[in-house]
Structures are given as structure tokens and as C-alpha cells.
């Protein structure tokens, strides 16, 4: 369900870039550790996916579009319930708003056109892209995709463990706004310790726009 998702969250081109990754370091771990299907590689299918299908706004607008939520919220609530939602985008949160704003049923119609406009998403005219947020999630889904590469063309038996340790540090990734950036730090951090024990794995912590090869 991975790549379907991640087709909807972005387009085709963005999946194959995910099955692209799974599949080279699933390969990797079948060829030179005779796993199949083994940690390594669904640690990077699990956590891959999860820093490609960052809920931001976009995501967020097309998630409660969605016809999953209308159904369910009709079970719960009844037929034409009316719902409110509570929102504090980190755009408005960086320009200083300290508090959610709740808006009425008028909002589906707006996440119904910023869903639509999910091309927009990394590009020049991404009007939520340039948050500090927005960015470090970019750099860090960037870095450990070519982390992942580099650890799958050193993988061996010895490196194994330590390298499926690596691939799940991003589980540890979680929550929103300042307690996500904390939350990123960390993972830079724990990273860096990790690289103690030998391997540039820091290299993997490429600016903004490197390609992943």
C-alpha cells in the first residue's frame, strides 16, 4: 500500500523514486547476506515511506478530503454532522500565530483546492516550503535516502546489525511542529554517534536538492 499512497501524496514519479531505493537495498541484503525480505531492507521500506509522506499541508488538506473520513465521521456523528476543524499551520506559526484557529465546514472546499494544488509541493511557488520545518523534514527524507544507498552498496554480515540500527533511527522521528525539529536534532545526533564506530554516515547529510544516487 506504500507506493499507491505515496502516488496519491505526490505522483508516480515520487513512488519510483521510493521503490527504486526499497528494492536496491533489498537486493543488497538477499546478495550479500542471504536475506530475503530481511530487517535492513523493511526497515528502510517502513521508514522511507513514512519521511516521503510528511503530513504537511497539502497532505493534511487531501487526508481530510479523503471519502474514508467522510464515512467515518457520518457512522460516528450522523448524516450532515457538522465539523469544525482546529488548525495551526507551521507557516502561520513561524510568522508568530501562538494559537489554532478554528475554522467551520467551509474549510473542506479549501483543503478540497490545496489538495489539488499538491504539485506545487518543493517547488519555487510552494507557499509552505520555505518554513524551517518544511525544510529540515526535506533534509533529513534527502539524507537518509542516500544514507540508506551508501550503507546497501557496504552491507555485509559483520556490518549488518549496526547498519539495521542506522535504517530504523528515523522510528524515533515523531510529533509536530518544535517537538519534531527537536525531534530531527536528535536523529543528526544519534547519527553522529553511530558514526563513531567507523563510516562517514555524516555524508549522508546533504544539502537541500542533492540528488539521492
Do not use: N
Given at each position: 500500500m506504500k507506493i499507491p499512497h505515496l502516488i496519491s501524496y505526490q505522483d508516480a514519479s515520487y513512488a519510483r523514486r521510493y521503490a527504486e531505493t526499497v528494492a536496491r537495498c533489498r537486493a543488497a541484503e538477499e546478495a550479500r547476506c542471504d536475506l530475503s525480505d530481511g530487517p535492513f531492507g523493511r526497515a528502510v521500506a517502513l521508514q522511507l515511506h513514512r519521511l516521503m509522506a510528511c503530513?504537511?499541508?497539502?497532505?493534511?488538506?487531501?487526508?481530510?478530503?479523503?471519502?474514508?473520513?467522510?464515512?467515518?465521521?457520518?457512522?460516528?456523528?450522523?448524516t450532515g454532522a457538522r465539523v469544525r476543524y482546529h488548525l495551526h499551520p507551521p507557516l502561520l506559526r513561524q510568522m508568530g500565530l501562538g494559537h489554532k484557529l478554528a475554522v467551520g465546514p467551509g474549510a473542506g472546499v479549501a483543503f478540497g483546492v490545496l489538495a489539488s494544488l499538491r504539485g506545487l509541493r518543493e517547488s519555487r511557488l510552494d507557499p509552505f516550503g520555505h518554513t524551517e520545518l518544511?525544510?529540515?523534514?526535506?533534509?533529513?527524507?534527502?539524507?537518509y535516502e542516500l544514507l540508506v544507498r551508501r550503507l546497501s552498496d557496504s552491507l555485509d554480515e559483520q556490518s549488518h546489525g549496526?547498519?539495521?540500527?542506522?535504517?530504523?533511527?528515523?522510528?524515533?522521528?515523531?510529533?509536530?511542529?518544535?517537538?519534531?525539529?527537536?525531534?530531527?536534532?536528535?536523529?543528526?545526533?544519534?547519527?553522529?554517534?553511530?558514526?563513531?564506530?567507523?563510516?562517514?554516515?555524516?555524508g549522508a547529510r546533504c544539502r537541500e536538492g542533492s540528488p539521492a544516487g
Open positions: 503530513k504537511d499541508e497539502y497532505e493534511v488538506a487531501r487526508l481530510h478530503r479523503s471519502p474514508a473520513l467522510q464515512a467515518e465521521i457520518e457512522e460516528c456523528f450522523g518544511r525544510r529540515a523534514e526535506r533534509e533529513l527524507r534527502d539524507g549496526r547498519f539495521v540500527k542506522i535504517a530504523q533511527l528515523p522510528e524515533e522521528v515523531r510529533g509536530y511542529g518544535p517537538v519534531k525539529k527537536a525531534a530531527i536534532s536528535r536523529f543528526w545526533s544519534r547519527l553522529e554517534d553511530l558514526d563513531a564506530g567507523g563510516g562517514p554516515l555524516l
